[in-house]
């Protein structure tokens, strides 16, 4: 699986915009990027994942960029509760296939 | 929403003794994950499972762990012989398949504490 890389924290003001970044350079066709939050050593959580189009959902959206290589994940009104860890995974999508966790980002958002 | 549900969520444990995760995938997924993290680490694959077979499994997944799914909804992680070094959460995950780039869903885990 292609290696990521994310800033290791970030903060946001509550009520704003959060946009977390992602390099994967190194990216494979056939290799999806996974957006996962880990709140206080909870189980991983689901956000967003795509391929090459971006995506959104009620939770995020996620923007990939032409060449693949990066993307941001955007938390459009972020509140307290998405104080996390932040992860981007890319993952061969095999059905089988194995999550490979970095460090992340830690985010905390700022009343 | 459907969740991945796992018990305990606290298990202490002599070293030496065998333990025992459970987990109940979300019901209609066909693909069972556990995944452990050491306090201040990263979340580590341990092994996959699908059509009650390994899949895939990583170098930390040695003769002392084994899976199993004994029934429709359970899904276990035994260790055999506990060792300090095996305090860790545990989260077990569940992907649906069948349709590519299904997410995982991940439980809230089982925290490990071995004396």
């Known amino acids: 699986d292609a290696k990521t890389t994310q800033p290791p924290s970030m903060d946001c003001a509550e009520g704003r915009a959060a946009n977390l970044p992602c390099n994967h350079s190194?990216?494979?066709?056939?290799?999806?990027v996974y957006w996962y939050r880990q709140i206080h050593s909870q189980g991983p959580q689901y956000i967003i994942h795509?391929?090459?189009n971006n995506e959104t959902n009620e939770m995020a959206s996620l923007i990939i960029t032409e060449d693949r290589k990066s993307s941001t994940l955007i938390l459009p009104h972020a509140t307290l509760r998405d104080t996390a860890v932040y992860y981007c995974?890319?993952?061969?999508?095999?059905?089988?296939?194995?999550?490979?966790f970095g460090d992340g980002t830690t985010l905390t958002v700022k009343p | 929403e459907p969740e991945v549900t796992q018990t305990p969520s606290h298990q202490v444990t002599q070293m030496g003794q065998e333990v025992i995760l459970r987990c109940v995938p979300i019901?209609?997924?066909?693909?069972f994950y556990w995944y452990r993290q050491i306090l201040g680490q990263k979340v580590e694959f341990l092994v996959s499972?699908?059509?009650?077979?390994?899949?895939?499994k990583s170098e930390i997944f040695d003769d002392q762990f084994s899976v199993e799914r004994p029934d429709g909804s359970n899904f276990t992680l035994k260790i055999r012989s506990t060792k300090l070094e095996d305090s860790a959460m545990y989260f077990c995950?569940?992907?649906?398949?069948?349709?590519?780039?299904?997410?995982?869903?991940f439980g809230d885990g089982t925290r490990l504490s071995i004396l």
């Open positions: 995950a569940s992907s649906l398949g069948g349709t590519r780039a299904q997410p995982q869903h």
């Open positions: 190194t990216i494979s066709g056939n290799e999806y």
């Open positions: 795509g391929l090459k």
């Open positions: 995974i890319v993952r061969v999508v095999t059905n089988a296939g194995k999550s490979t």
């Open positions: 019901s209609n997924h066909l693909y």
């Open positions: 499972f699908y059509n009650n077979e390994i899949s895939e």
